[in-house]
Structures are given as structure tokens and as C-alpha cells.
């Protein structure tokens, strides 16, 4: 699997403190089952003044610290950016950062008050060639009131990436019922982990899974954590990956395969997509981190 949020880049935001909270963290994710993290520590002006060459620089940093320790998780540089006035001259600068540098950017708006802007800042950074992805929407206290927004922007083109826990309810009933409605309705292209240490927000990609799988089966939750975001490592576009889908939409999909199943008198059908098997899937990371 491949978790394209989490804070594990040690002492850069109120993630991992320490070196030793960041191996914590790895290991973690690769008892999860994660291959690829993406370090995605925060930019917010006023309170984490991180940059996108100081990011890159600890990446490279921890990446060194895991391989010493013999920990098999790669590390990619990214940032979970803060929604700011100036967002398009700062990535094109590169003070702040998409995920590994391709066209996906992690955009993370204020969590109490709704901008008042909000779908003209999405289709901005659409316009200038980028792929929003809008984090942890199941968890802003203002989407209630302003779903219907979030459905116009997923429509023009916004990703969006709900948090594995959020499924468990660990973020409380109303993420939990958010999180729910989203995946039910085929609104979330990824989930990951958003981590932050090993205790009260540990790495817990494979249980958010598991449970995405009861609701979308597991070839949907498949393309949640591997083939989406492989797709986004590699830059691919959008229109290239699998169309996020809901709960309507894989018991229709059921329904046609069993026609089908019938029409061909037992015979199994092909659906293998190259990212859905291990061998597809590790092939294409080794082609990556070459």
C-alpha cells in the first residue's frame, strides 16, 4: 500500500518529536503493509514555517535514517499545505510542495470556518495545471453546510482524501457518518493515514481498508490505497485511474459481472488491473525509486 499523508518527519510540525518517534512511525506503517510514505509535514504560515527545500532535505535525511536501521518503507517528499493567498506563485517557486513533485497537491483549508471562496481557490489550482487534493474533508466542522460545494468540486475536478481512522470512528460519529456518506456516494479518490506518532494517531492504513472494503468492496478499496496513489507517484492523470465509486455503483458493477458470468457460462472474466497485483504493483515501485 502507499500512504500518500502522514507526519512522520521528525520536529518539523506537531508530528513526530524525535528521530525515535519517526522509526516508531515507519515501522508502523510497514506492519501495516505500506511500501511508499509520503512525509507531509504542515505548511501554515504563522505556525509551521516549513519550506519545500527544507522538506526535501529531511526526507532525504530520514530515508538515510531508515536504510541504516534496515526499515523497508520509501520515503517521498510532499506537504500538506495550508490554504494561503499566494498558494499557485509558491509552488511554482517551489516553496511549497505537491506530493513528489508531480501535479497532485495535498490542500488542507481551515478546519472551524468555511473560505468563503473555497471552490474558485480549487478551480484556480486547476487552471494552473494542478490536481487538488482536499485533506481530510470528513473531518471540517463546515461541510454539513456546504456539501453541495464539495460535490461541484469533486465534479470540476478536486480530489478528495478522507483519513483511514476516521472510518473506525476515531475522529468522532459525525467524521465517522461524513466519511460514510463520502464513500458511499463515490466522492473519495484516496484515504491515508494522516499520522502523527505512534500512540494517539498511529499509522492505521490496512484497518481503514478493511473497513472501506465492507462498504466498496475490495477492488475499490484497492484502488484507495494502491492504485490511485501509485498513479500519483507516477504523475499519471487523472482521466488515466479508476473513477472514484460509491456503494451504487460497485452493486450495479456486481450486477453486470454476474449477467456477464452467466452470458459466458461460468467462464472467469479478466479484471486484473496491472496495479491490483503484487507483482504489477512492486514492479512498478522498483521502476519509480530507480
Known amino acids: 500500500m502507499i500512504d500518500l499523508h502522514c507526519h512522520m518527519l521528525p520536529g518539523l510540525d ?10 516508531q512511525m515507519a515501522k508502523a506503517s510497514v506492519d501495516q ?3 511508499v510514505a509520503a512525509c507531509t509535514p504542515h505548511i501554515l504560515p504563522g505556525l509551521y514555517h516549513n519550506s519545500g527545500s527544507a522538506i526535501r532535505q529531511a526526507t532525504l535525511d ?4 531508515l536504510d541504516a536501521e534496515g526499515i523497508p518503507l520509501r520515503l517521498v517528499a510532499g506537504a500538506d499545505v495550508h490554504m494561503c493567498p499566494d498558494f499557485v506563485a509558491g509552488l511554482q517557486s517551489g516553496r511549497l510542495l505537491t506530493i513528489s513533485n508531480t501535479r497532485y497537491v495535498l490542500v488542507e483549508p481551515p478546519h472551524h470556518t468555511a473560505p468563503p471562496q473555497l471552490e474558485d481557490f480549487f478551480f484556480n489550482l486547476a ?14 466542522s463546515w461541510v454539513p453546510s456546504r456539501y453541495d460545494a464539495i460535490k461541484r468540486m469533486v465534479r470540476a475536478g478536486t480530489w478528495m482524501q478522507l483519513t483511514a481512522g476516521s472510518f473506525a470512528g476515531a475522529f468522532g460519529r459525525d467524521a465517522l457518518y461524513w466519511a460514510e456518506r463520502m464513500l458511499d456516494e463515490g466522492y473519495v479518490h ?27 468492496g475490495a477492488e475499490e478499496a484497492q484502488h484507495l490505497v494502491v492504485t490511485r496513489p501509485l498513479g500519483v507517484l507516477e504523475d499519471q492523470a487523472p482521466s488515466s485511474l479508476p473513477r472514484a465509486l460509491g456503494v451504487a ?11 456477464e458470468e452467466r ?7 479478466e479484471h486484473a488491473h496491472p496495479a491490483d497485483n503484487v507483482g504489477g504493483f512492486s514492479g512498478r515501485l522498483r521502476r519509480l525509486f530507480k
Open 127 to 140: 487552471v494552473a495545471g494542478y490536481v487538488p487534493v482536499l485533506t481530510h474533508p470528513e473531518r471540517l
Open 14 to 23: 506537531d508530528g513526530a518529536s524525535n528521530l525515535s518517534v519517526s522509526l
Open 249 to 259: 455503483d460497485v452493486e450495479l458493477g456486481t450486477a453486470r459481472e454476474k449477467v
Open 62 to 65: 530520514l530515508q538515510a535514517a
Open 263 to 269: 452470458r459466458r457460462r461460468g467462464e472467469a472474466r
Open 33 to 35: 503493509g505500506v511500501e
Open 190 to 216: 484516496l484515504i491515508a493515514t494522516d499520522a502523527h506518532d505512534v500512540e494517539r494517531r498511529a499509522p492505521d492504513l490496512a484497518r481503514g481498508r478493511e473497513r472501506v472494503a465492507k462498504r466498496v
